[in-house]
């Protein structure tokens, strides 16, 4: 499995970023893709997911109304469009894919990590 997370960088309070995230054609055609985040001192934490097919996806809580995950299956990409940002969403972003249709949203249930993209928001 390989997955290449690009796209973050640092951006101030309110300000908006889109995470790239792109996989091999065998593993992105087969399998939901997500995004987690780890925080300095903290676990790594589910963020988003999408099915295979592009349709049902999920948010976490935190991030629900200010993020969107999409897929573009013709270019084999993941994105999360991160609006309004604030300081705690400052972490490093991960992407993940999971070898089935059912999403999950535990970090066990992935095989496949990218390796990470800074996102750092300044109050």
């Known amino acids: 499995v390989q997955l290449q997370a690009s796209g973050g960088g640092l951006v101030q309070f309110g300000g908006s970023l889109r995470l790239s995230c792109t996989a091999s054609?065998?593993?992105?055609?087969?399998?939901?893709m997500a995004w987690f985040r780890q925080a300095p001192g903290k676990e790594r934490e589910f963020v988003a997911a999408?099915?295979?097919?592009?349709?049902?996806?999920v948010h976490a809580d935190s991030v629900k109304g200010r993020f969107t995950i999409s897929r573009d299956n013709a270019k084999n990409t993941v994105y999360l469009q991160m609006n309004s940002l604030k300081p705690e969403d400052t972490a490093v972003y991960y992407c993940?894919?999971?070898?089935?249709?059912?999403?999950?949203?535990?970090?066990?249930?992935?095989?496949?990590w990218g390796q990470g993209t800074h996102v750092t928001v300044s109050s």
């Open positions: 999408i099915s295979c097919s592009g349709g049902a996806p």
């Open positions: 993940a894919s999971r070898r089935a249709t059912v999403i999950h949203r535990t970090r066990a249930s992935y095989d496949g």
């Open positions: 054609a065998r593993t992105f055609s087969a399998c939901v």
